[in-house]
Structure formats: structure tokens, C-alpha cells
């Protein structure tokens, strides 16, 4: 499967614990983005990196979540003391910067659970 | 920043028929509109995008239309069918920045 991967699927924590996220984009992308979509909702947008660059972060985003690209390829997205609000789908998607590059591709995501 | 309206939240045609979902954003920057179906449970699906040089777009059964000057665009399914059921989402971004998406339209074709 050549498409975005996204580790783990599911997600179970109790409030006050830290996860994190692993997403591959498709291997000739350069642009990664993550996203949270919570039930009934779009997706909304939370940061996005070209190559290992972390160009914008929501203004919405807690200072509890941080992500990283450390060698341009595969990311993390971190959530540290976790609330109940943070139940969502996180979802992962890739784009290039040639021709077709406005296309973002997303992953199956991650739908954490904090209990 | 950029704001996307999406109408109606709901839509139920009879198979056969078309369903039109429309979309207006707010940002006149914004350059490119794609339109994304998601199925219960699945990870959302690009089925056709334009971009702000083109007024029209078709691909089978589906077409998107864009007025740049009322900042709307819109999809078009025609020939319904069963697995046309899902929930779709129209977005809008500026170049290859962030998607901003509508609330989605549930869809739903009636046998």
C-alpha cells in the first residue's frame, strides 16, 4: 500500500496521560498535515510541514500538542495531560508541490478515546 | 482567515436522480476547492477539485462548478446510485496551505 499510513488506529487513555501519533505520508510528498475531526464535523485544520518545517500551527492548538518532522518523512503528533475534549479523529495527510501538488491524500487517522 | 459554508447539512434524492450540494467561502485568495467523500469509519476521498482558472469541471457523473465572483462552487452528482450514499465535504485553500472544510452534507440515495 503506497497511500498515508497512520499509527495507531485507535487510541484508549485515561485524562492526564501523554500520546502520540505516528503518520508516513506518500513517499514523493513533501508537504505533511495534520488535521483533528471530531463526529458530525469537517476536519480542522491543526499544523502542517514542508519537508521538516513546521510552516503554520493552528491558532487553536493547546500548547499541550506539539508535532515534529525530524528528517522529512514520517511525523509525530504528541498530546501531553489529555482531556476529555481531546476525543477526536486524527487524521494525517500528504500533498506535493509539483503540478497536482494542491492534492491532499489522508490517512485512515487515529481516533483517540480519553476516558 | 478563511470560512466555508456548506448547504444542506442533509440531502435525500431518489436513485436515478442528481443531488447538488453547494458551498460559499469567504477568503478571495482562496485558489483551490476540492471536494472530499467520507464513508462511515473510512479516511475522507478526493473525488474531483477545480481550480480558480476554471469555471467548470466534470468527471463521469460528477461535476463542480465555481463562481469566483459570489465565492461559491458546488457539486453535481447526476445518475445516483446506492454507493453514492456518504457524508461530503467541499474545502477551500490557498495553493497547497491548509484545507479549510465545510460541515459536511450527509447523502443519502433512496432505492
Known amino acids: 500500500d503506497t497511500g498515508v499510513s497512520q499509527d495507531p488506529r485507535h487510541k484508549i487513555t485515561k485524562r492526564g496521560q501523554n500520546v502520540t501519533f505516528r503518520c508516513d505520508p506518500i513517499s514523493e510528498h513533501n508537504r505533511l498535515y495534520w488535521y483533528r475531526q471530531t463526529l458530525g464535523q469537517g476536519p480542522e485544520f491543526l499544523t502542517y510541514f514542508q519537508n521538516e518545517a513546521q510552516l503554520e500551527k493552528s491558532r487553536l492548538l493547546s500548547d499541550r500538542f506539539s508535532a515534529e518532522r525530524p528528517k522529512g518523512s514520517f511525523s509525530t503528533l504528541e498530546i501531553q495531560r489529555t482531556e476529555q475534549g481531546d476525543s477526536a479523529m486524527y487524521l494525517c495527510a500528504s500533498s506535493s508541490t509539483g503540478f497536482r501538488g494542491d492534492t491532499q491524500y489522508f490517512g485512515p487517522g487515529t481516533r483517540l478515546t480519553v476516558l | 482567515g478563511e470560512n466555508v459554508e456548506q448547504h444542506p447539512s442533509t440531502l435525500s434524492v431518489q436513485e436515478g436522480d442528481s443531488a447538488v450540494i453547494k458551498c460559499t467561502y469567504s477568503?478571495?485568495?482562496?485558489?483551490?476547492f476540492p471536494w472530499y467523500k467520507q464513508e462511515l469509519g473510512k479516511r475522507p476521498q478526493l473525488i474531483i477539485d477545480?481550480?480558480?482558472?476554471?469555471g467548470e469541471k466534470k468527471d463521469q457523473r460528477i461535476a463542480v462548478t465555481l463562481n469566483k465572483t459570489a465565492k461559491h462552487f458546488s457539486l453535481h452528482i447526476t445518475e445516483t446510485q446506492p454507493e453514492d450514499s456518504a457524508v461530503y465535504f467541499c474545502a477551500a485553500s490557498f495553493g497547497n496551505e491548509k484545507l479549510t472544510f465545510g460541515t459536511g452534507t450527509r447523502l443519502t440515495i433512496i432505492p
Open positions: 477545480i481550480r480558480s482558472n476554471v
Open positions: 477568503d478571495s485568495a482562496s485558489n483551490y
